[in-house]
C-alpha cells in the first residue's frame, strides 16, 4: 500500500501588480526587484476575497482533477499565516464551500513550510489509519492584507495565492514518502514576524499606529539562515534515503527569492532544469508556494506518475523542511 497524490489545484487573484507598478507606490525600481529577488510581478485579491476563497477554489480544481467529490475528502487542512478570522478556522470555510460533510479539518500555522509540515500529517495519517480515506491540503496567503505598502523592504516581496493537494492511499507500495526532515527553532522567531493581533500584542490604536498588524522581517538575516537551513534538509532527506540528487525529477523549493533558490540548488548540486521556478509570476505566497506549484508541475506534466519530487521550505518560526516524494 502507498499513498498518492490524486489530485492537485491552485488559484491566483486576478489582478496583477507588477514591478512598474510598484516603482508609482514606493521608491524601488523594476531593476531592483528582479536582480535582487526575480520578483517580475505577483497577483492581488480584492478586499471582499480572503484567504479561504482562494483555497476553496484550489480545492474545487483539485478535486475536479481527482475526479472526487467534497463528501469524499477525511481531513481538510489549510495551512496559513493569513485565516479568514483567528476563529472559526479557515478549514471550516473551506469545507462549507466544497461540501466536505464527512470531513474534520484545523489550520496549519508554520508560514511559508505550512504545505511540508501538512504533507508529513498527510502522509502518517493516510499510512496509519485506515478509516481516512482522502486528505485535502491546502495553502493559502493573503499576504497583501498584512503588507505594509509603503515599506520597500517588504512590499515588493509578497503576493496572494492558494493551492490545494489531495493525498489518498493507493494499490501501488512504491507511491509515497521517501523520506522528510522537518526542524522548528523559536531562538529567530524576531526575524521575520507579525507583532500584532495576537495574545502577546493585541491589537490597539498603539499597534495600528505603530504598523506592527504588518510584517516585519529582517531580510539579510532571513536570506543567509534560509539558504543553510533549506539546503541542509535536502542533504538531509537525500543522505537518509540513499537517493542521488541526479535522480530527483523535479526540486520544488518555497518561492521566496529567485537568489535563495539558486544559491540551494548550487548547494546540493541540481541543474537549472531541475528545479522548479515561478516566483517572477507570483512573489513570495508563503504558505500556498508548494502547493501553487506542483499543481503548475502536474498540469504541465513536468511532473508524472512515478517521478521523485524534492519539495523544500523555510519560514518564520523558525519553520523548515524538506520532503523527498516518489508521486
Ligand atoms: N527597492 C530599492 N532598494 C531597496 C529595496 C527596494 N524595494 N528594498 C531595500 N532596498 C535597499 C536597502 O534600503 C539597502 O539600501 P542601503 O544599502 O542604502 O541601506 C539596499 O537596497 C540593500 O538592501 P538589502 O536588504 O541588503 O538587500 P538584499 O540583497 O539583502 O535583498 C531581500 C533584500 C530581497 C529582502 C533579501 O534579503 C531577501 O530576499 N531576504 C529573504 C526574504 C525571505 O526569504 N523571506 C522568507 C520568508 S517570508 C515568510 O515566512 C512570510
Redesign the pocket.
Known amino acids: 500500500m502507498g499513498v498518492r497524490i490524486v489530485g492537485t489545484g491552485s488559484y491566483v487573484p486576478e489582478k496583477i501588480l507588477t514591478n512598474l507598478d510598484l516603482q508609482n507606490m ?4 523594476d531593476e ?2 528582479k536582480v ?2 526575480g520578483i517580475v510581478e505577483r497577483h492581488i485579491a480584492p478586499p471582499e476575497m480572503s484567504s479561504g476563497d482562494m483555497a476553496s477554489i484550489a480545492a474545487k480544481r483539485a478535486l475536479e482533477l481527482a475526479g472526487l467529490e467534497g463528501s469524499d475528502i477525511s481531513v481538510v487542512v489549510v495551512a496559513t ?1 493569513t485565516p479568514d478570522h483567528t476563529f472559526p478556522n479557515t478549514a471550516s470555510a473551506v469545507q462549507r464551500n466544497i461540501g466536505a460533510d464527512n470531513a474534520f479539518g484545523f489550520d496549519l500555522s508554520a ?2 513550510s505550512g504545505m511540508i509540515y501538512s504533507l508529513e500529517l498527510a502522509y502518517s495519517l493516510l499510512m496509519q489509519q485506515k478509516k481516512y480515506r482522502y486528505v485535502l491540503l491546502c495553502g493559502a496567503e493573503k ?1 497583501s492584507c498584512i503588507t505594509n505598502w509603503n515599506d ?7 503576493g496572494d495565492g492558494a493551492g490545494a493537494v489531495i493525498l489518498g492511499r493507493c494499490d501501488d507500495d512504491d507511491s509515497g514518502q521517501i523520506a522528510s526532515d522537518l526542524h522548528l527553532d523559536g531562538n529567530y522567531s524576531e526575524i ?1 514576524q507579525l507583532p500584532a493581533g495576537g495574545s502577546r500584542n493585541p491589537t490597539s490604536h498603539e499597534t495600528v499606529d505603530k504598523g506592527m498588524h504588518y ?1 516585519h ?1 529582517l ?2 538575516e ?2 543567509k539562515l ?1 539558504v543553510n537551513a533549506m539546503a541542509g534538509a535536502c542533504r538531509n532527506v537525500l543522505s537518509e534515503s540513499g537517493v542521488n540528487a541526479a535522480d530527483v525529477k523535479l526540486v520544488i523549493p ?1 518561492q ?2 529567485k ?2 533558490i539558486e544559491a540551494v540548488a548550487q548547494r546540493i548540486d541540481v541543474s537549472t532544469e531541475q528545479v522548479f521556478v515561478n516566483v517572477h509570476k507570483y512573489g ?1 505566497t ?1 504558505a500556498a508556494s508548494i502547493s501553487i506549484c506542483l499543481d503548475e508541475a502536474f498540469r504541465s506534466g513536468q511532473l508524472q506518475k512515478g517521478d521523485i519530487v524534492l519539495l523544500v521550505a ?3 518560526g523558525l519553520t523548515w523542511g524538506a520532503q523527498l516524494l516518489r508521486v
Do not use: E, P, Q, Y
Open positions: 514606493v521608491d524601488t525600481s531592483w526587484i535582487r529577488t499565516t508560514a511559508c499576504l520597500r523592504n517588504t512590499c515588493v516581496l509578497f521575520l510584517i522581517m531580510g539579510k532571513t536570506f534560509a518555497h521566496a527569492n537568489r535563495i513570495n508563503s523555510f519560514g518564520s
